[in-house]
């Protein structure tokens, strides 16, 4: 499927960026922007623990 570029850019949206489509009745498509679940995530536990903890369960690893 090829989007015309003014309308990605309307859209906020970028070439090759992931997109869900969903039908939305007869002859209706619509794209959504995928939501990235590991960004949405990122850093959300900041403060919550120890930096001493956090390098004792680090070193577990190892």
């Known amino acids: ?3 015309p ?3 990605m850019r309307i859209a906020g949206l970028e070439a090759g960026e992931r997109v869900i489509a969903r039908a939305d009745g ?3 498509v619509v794209l959504e922007r995928e939501e990235d679940i590991l960004e949405s995530f990122s850093g ?3 403060g919550v623990f120890d ?6 369960l680090r070193n577990e690893w190892d």
Do not use: D, K, V, Y
């Open 1 to 3: 499927m090829t989007i």
């Open 5 to 7: 570029i003014a309308e």
């Open 26 to 28: 007869p002859g209706r």
């Open 44 to 46: 959300s536990l900041t």
């Open 51 to 56: 930096h001493a903890i956090l390098e004792q």
